[in-house]
């Protein structure tokens, strides 16, 4: 499924844990929308291994990603000039369309920490998603 598949829930108040919050935003937006797209492209008519093989690899890939956001990598120099990709999550006012708050994901607490938590369904305290009800 993908993010849009779910209903964000309402940020906390505390600015703490609305930072938190926000960050696990941004890890479910990524696991849903990318990991678990790559994943649903495997040919069920793999065997396990190569199933297996082209896991790993979606895996590292998604990871290599969070190092990016992080700052880790993702950066291009020479003797005068640098090239580095930043991201950005932001919180929206869905009426007036106002940024209510906005973080640079290079500031927080770790994209590539955040991810092995991801991937285990672990968002924290207060889960930036919620199942949409079924009709």
Aim: hydrophobic residues 40%; proline residues 5%; contains cysteine.
């Amino acid at each position: 499924m993908a993010a849009f598949d779910f209903i964000l829930s309402d940020p906390p108040s505390e600015s703490r844990q609305r930072e938190l919050w926000l960050q696990h935003a941004v890890g479910f937006i990524l696991l849903q929308d990318v990991r678990d797209y790559a994943m649903q492209q495997i040919d069920p008519l793999l065997n396990d291994d190569a199933k297996a093989a082209a896991s790993k690899a979606i895996n590292d890939a998604v990871y290599g990603l969070m190092k990016v956001l992080d700052g880790v990598t993702g950066t291009l120099t020479n003797d005068s000039w640098r090239v580095s990709l930043r991201a950005t999550a932001e919180l929206l006012d869905t009426k007036s369309e106002e940024v209510v708050e906005s973080f640079d994901l290079m500031d927080g607490d770790g994209m590539c920490m955040g991810y092995h938590g991801w991937i285990e369904n672990d968002f924290g305290d207060v889960p930036p998603f919620m199942q949409k009800p079924r009709p």
